[in-house]
């Protein structure tokens, strides 16, 4: 029987995991959610397309696009390497280059396996059922030159609630060496950044989903 993750993230201790930093490996972990009011899939599009981080996400106010797999499309795919430049002060301080790679995507239509069957049933981490849910997830790209730093992947799902109405979840897991120094130096501001995140897509969201009902409102008149 499938689990019922209505309450998330999981309790202590076993909270939140990924298949590239699972919990008996993991340093610290972090986490935010957010109510949206917009669909699940408008929003997943914010998110795949980086092109528009600087429009709504202090944390990332600047993402270079490294690789595609497919050349002719824009957003996000499994494959992609991306260099988030994360601010980790004030909005419009110095940013800190960080080299990722897309590990997953999933959407109702088009369900991954990347996530086991077996781990969806049981863990609270994932929501299990995919006709609800869509999500991606990048980790560290250990393949560039970045490869002293800690092993991390975060996941985001955003799981619909109704037409009108979605849910998205985020959290990161960070292990190795040197997520001891991270979190000793930032566990506190990147808590803080991951709550921005939450809810600065959620004011950017619900804006443009205003704005595009109002388009599609004048073009059938």
């Known amino acids: 029987m499938p689990h019922q993750n209505s309450t998330w993230p999981p309790a202590p201790p076993s909270g939140v995991t990924t298949p590239t930093v699972p919990r008996s490996s993991q340093v610290f972990a972090l986490h935010a959610s957010a109510t949206i ?29 490294v690789f595609q797999p497919d050349n002719k499309d824009t957003l996000l795919q499994v494959g992609s390497r991306i260099t988030f430049h994360a601010c980790m002060g004030a ?51 250990k393949s560039s030159t970045f490869t002293v730093g800690p092993s991390t992947e975060r996941f985001h799902e955003i799981i619909v609630r109704s037409e009108q109405q979605c849910e998205v979840r985020t959290w990161e897991c960070m292990g190795g060496a040197v997520a001891h120094v991270v979190k000793w130096m930032y566990k506190s501001t990147l808590e803080a950044k991951f709550g921005d995140w939450c809810r600065e897509l ?5 804006r443009k989903w205003e704005q595009e009902k109002m388009a599609e409102e004048v073009r059938e008149v």
């Open 37 to 65: 009011n917009a669909p699940a899939a408008f929003i997943f599009k914010i998110i795949l397309n980086t092109t528009t981080y600087p429009e709504w996400c202090t944390f990332i106010p600047k993402v270079d696009i």
């Open 91 to 141: 909005p419009g301080s110095s940013t800190r280059a960080t080299p990722l790679v897309v590990t997953d995507i999933s959407t109702p239509a088009q369900p991954s396996a990347y996530i086991s069957e077996d781990t969806l049933a049981s863990d609270p981490t994932y929501t299990s059922d995919l006709s609800i849910v869509y999500r991606v997830a990048w980790a560290g790209d």
């Open 202 to 206: 959620k004011n950017y969201g619900e």
